[in-house]
């Protein structure tokens, strides 16, 4: 699934990173918890969370995580764009609750990491 076809199911908007919409990605996780986030070492995992903070983006660098979907509706700070745009991390926003993004994803076919 690419990342064009994510956004479009969670009927969210890519906030950064919008030219890698072709990005395919294989499987998801969600999680609020930063240290569950670094115990994962799959690629081409897109990464759901209603964290919107510097370390969001810092765990996401640190476990080779490139696309980030921001639930919840949270507003994403000019300062969490640059820094996501620095690291080449996508981020995605939508404003479905983290467990209808997770379902809406699984239903269209997007599996758990596990």
Same mark, same amino acid.
Request: hydrophobic share 50%; net charge negative.
């Given at each position: *699934?690419t &990342?064009?076809?994510?956004?479009?199911?969670?009927?969210?908007? $890519? &906030?950064c990173g919008g030219?890698?919409?072709?990005?395919q $990605?294989?499987? !998801?996780?969600a999680a609020?918890? *930063?240290s569950d986030?670094?115990?994962?070492t799959?690629?081409?995992l897109?990464? $759901?969370?209603g964290?919107?903070?510097a370390?969001?983006?810092?765990t996401?660098?640190?476990a080779?995580?490139?696309?980030?979907?921001?639930?919840?509706?949270?507003s994403?700070?000019?300062?969490i $764009?640059?820094l +996501?745009?620095?690291n080449?991390?996508?981020?995605? !926003?939508t404003d479905?609750? *983290?467990?209808? +993004?997770?379902?809406?994803?699984? +239903?269209a076919?997007?599996?758990?990491?596990?």
């Amino acid at each position: *699934m690419t &990342v064009d076809e994510i956004a479009g199911i969670v009927n969210g908007r $890519i &906030v950064c990173g919008g030219d890698l919409g072709d990005q395919q $990605i294989e499987c !998801a996780f969600a999680a609020d918890l *930063m240290s569950d986030v670094l115990t994962l070492t799959q690629d081409n995992l897109l990464f $759901i969370t209603g964290l919107v903070t510097a370390q969001t983006i810092r765990t996401a660098v640190v476990a080779d995580i490139r696309v980030v979907l921001i639930v919840r509706g949270k507003s994403v700070p000019q300062s969490i $764009i640059d820094l +996501a745009r620095a690291n080449d991390v996508v981020l995605i !926003a939508t404003d479905y609750s *983290m467990y209808r +993004a997770s379902g809406e994803l699984f +239903a269209a076919g997007l599996p758990p990491i596990y």
